[in-house]
């Protein structure tokens, strides 16, 4: 990662920000994207080295402007979301599943192909959801958002090639994300979700930057959605 140029949307928090730290702690120059300007800049407190700029994903506009005038990025990792799409199918807010839709699926399409304009080689690396593949009752949504978004990887490697294409796919993850859930109830559902996983435990943020970072650097990957769920799969079955 030495000296190599990385670019991580949605890296003021969580899983983004640990990858940030990690790609840094190994030589590389990291810029740092996010919506909110006092986010990025409490982000950039605690990441010295690296820098920052403000573009929401699902502006196409803001995001090329990310790339203008800047040397070609090495790698770039897409780590933007939203909180909507939970909730059971019969009463599920199908306009919360389409604003879902255009804060991940559309916002990461979008920064892929604004990306891949001005890089020749390198890699991209997508952060989906364990919920791509998962049988848990009030997760259609989430399932039709990072599915969309995992069934795209492969054909983006053959297209988009020599530019490796990857995603890294977490389970549960103590990361901000959860923080509109009552603290109460989080905490109760992290303790039933770690008595259902092989691992015993929910994951935290920087075991997935460890994951992204890898895909970075495994030259020989492309094309391939990494599971990082503590075996969550495994207890789904």
Do not use: Y
């Amino acid at each position: 990662m030495n000296n190599k140029r990385v670019v991580i949307f949605g890296g003021t928090s969580g899983i983004g920000e640990a990858t940030a730290r990690l790609a840094s702690s190994q030589g590389a120059k990291v810029v740092i994207v996010g919506r909110n300007p006092g986010r990025l800049e409490a982000a950039l407190s605690r990441l010295p080295g690296a820098s920052g700029k403000t573009a929401d994903g699902t502006d196409p506009e803001a995001v090329a402007r990310v790339f203008e005038g800047a040397p070609p990025f090495d790698h770039v990792v897409v780590c933007v979301s939203g909180g909507k799409g939970a909730g059971a199918f019969r009463e599920l807010d199908l306009q919360a599943v389409r604003d879902a839709f255009a804060a991940k699926t559309l916002a990461q399409l979008t920064v892929i192909q604004v990306a891949a304009r001005s890089m020749k080689s390198g890699s991209i690396t997508l952060v989906t959801a364990a919920s791509a593949r998962s049988t848990i009752r009030g997760t259609a949504g989430l399932a039709a958002v990072n599915g969309a978004l995992e069934a795209v990887v492969p054909i983006l490697a053959l297209e988009l090639a020599p530019i490796r294409v990857n995603a890294v796919s977490p389970g549960i993850v103590d990361t901000p994300w959860w923080d509109g859930m009552p603290r109460e109830q989080k905490d109760g559902f992290f303790r039933q979700a770690s008595a259902a996983l092989p691992v015993g435990r929910v994951g935290n943020p920087d075991e997935i930057g460890r994951a992204i970072v890898f895909l970075m650097t495994s030259g020989f990957t492309t094309g391939s959605t990494f599971v990082v769920d503590g075996g969550g799969h495994l207890a789904m079955h």
